[in-house]
């Protein structure tokens, strides 16, 4: 398969360095991908330079990841008007590991493959330079006319940020293009690639590479990723999507991709999973023949949700999800785990209960009407009851005098009441 065809109809082409394509069809090449260790798990706007490192991989091709513990050290100036927190070196480690492991998902690091994927962290080779090793071994070849001339620089001088740019970030591009020249000399590799903000830092590389005298390298960069309404893709009111299911619930990963636009659904359902051009474009007319049913959507939400977490993750989201709008029962409610049922019904009305009086056994009407406030009045409650208008853990309750006791709760924690079709809320035992 050719790499760079197979990215650019799939719409994950930025920038490509001439020779870049002949380059990869001439051999198996190697090329790496830098990844910043700033936490100990990867988060969705990680994802399209992931899909490179993958698709990669399936052309035949060797996939490096650099955990940047050095570069984390100083802080990347490419679009950020602050200079970001430092690590340690037990907490870069700490997040290698963690990374490492999801990216395990994706990449083959563990075969005998003459392309299996390796990981390597900056760390290891950036400590030992002294810095006037650095300056002599690296500074002297490139010239402070070509480092002020990249835009991730000429940004942070020109007024637009406040905190203007420290000698630390001004570096950055020379300690990158280090681990370019590093990677090159000792593992062959022949190719970085990015996002698009990343060209500056990478372009830096390629000609301390050639300014060495060590041979000639290549770039390649894709879009960066935006919504159809100009937002930053990744980022919800809540914070960053993240690969780890503590962080983020499968559930509430699935949830993302599902409620993605039509037009953002038919962009990233391109980029974030591994379906032919051929499924694609049938998906996308079945789409647009039937919007309602959301054809692109469900097929994005499963591909990524499987290749993130698990084919059981996936039927455990679409199983949750059917109890907001399906018609779930008590047993189904009862395998949910505590963090996607918060998942689910967030926003949801809480009230709180001493869980002793559970213990003894209350009765329904004490319970919902005068211990919480679900319902106004013991009257309206008797009556909704009597109607066949109130459900509990999706069982609708049948007699007025009936006792609740902790057996009813789930997760040992939470007791779910409906006020007819739509209205929820959540009895929390404490």
């Not at 870069?92 to 299996?116: H, M, V």
Request: one cysteine or more.
């Amino acid at each position: 398969m050719n790499f760079v065809e197979e990215l650019r109809w799939r719409g994950m082409i930025h920038d490509v360095m001439p020779g870049t394509e002949e380059q990869l069809q001439k051999e198996m090449t190697s090329a790496y991908v830098g990844i910043d260790p700033t936490a100990d798990s990867l988060h969705i706007g990680h994802l399209v330079s992931v899909m490179m490192l993958k698709h990669f991989q399936v052309c035949g091709h060797k996939p490096i990841v650099l955990v940047g513990g050095a570069t984390g050290m100083i802080g990347d100036p490419s679009g950020k008007s602050d200079e970001r927190n430092l690590l340690d070196e037990e907490q870069l480690r700490k997040n290698q590991n963690g990374i490492k492991k999801q990216l395990s998902n994706f990449l083959d690091f563990d075969s005998d493959a003459e392309n299996a994927a390796e990981m390597v962290n900056n760390y290891d080779w950036m400590k030992e330079y002294s810095f006037l090793e650095f300056i002599r071994d690296i500074g002297k070849h490139i010239t402070v006319n070509y480092m002020m001339a990249k835009d991730s620089v000429k940004k942070r001088l020109d007024g637009s940020y406040k905190t203007g740019l420290s000698f630390t970030e001004f570096t950055y591009q020379l300690v990158q293009g280090t681990d370019f020249l590093h990677l090159y000399n000792e593992k062959n590799c022949k190719l970085q690639m990015g996002g698009s903000d990343q060209w500056g830092n990478i372009t830096t590389g390629t000609e301390l590479i050639r300014r060495t005298g060590s041979g000639e390298a290549f770039a390649l960069t894709c879009p960066l990723i935006k919504k159809a309404d100009g937002k930053k893709f990744g980022k919800t009111e809540s914070g960053n999507i993240w690969l780890d299911p503590v962080r983020t619930s499968p559930y509430a990963f699935y949830q993302f991709w599902l409620n993605t636009s039509d037009e953002d659904a038919e962009k990233y359902i391109k980029i974030f999973t591994l379906l032919s051009k051929d499924e694609i474009e049938t998906l996308i007319e079945e789409h647009k023949e039937q919007p309602h049913r959301r054809a692109l959507q469900q097929r994005l939400a499963k591909e990524v949700t499987v290749m993130v977490h698990s084919e059981e993750a996936y039927e455990a989201a679409v199983e949750a999800s059917q109890i907001l709008f399906g018609k779930a029962t008590t047993e189904a409610l009862r395998k949910i785990d505590e963090q996607t049922l918060l998942a689910v019904f967030e926003g949801v009305p809480q009230f709180f209960v001493d869980k002793a009086v559970l213990v003894e056994g209350i009765n329904i009407v004490d319970l919902l009407a005068e211990k919480t406030a679900v319902f106004p009045s013991k009257g309206e409650l008797r009556r909704t009851i009597k109607g066949g208008g109130v459900s509990m853990n999706k069982e609708k309750v049948t007699d007025a005098e009936m006792t609740v006791k902790t057996d009813a709760l789930l997760n040992d924690k939470y007791l779910l009441v409906q006020k007819g079709k739509k209205n929820y809320f959540l009895v929390i035992a404490q």
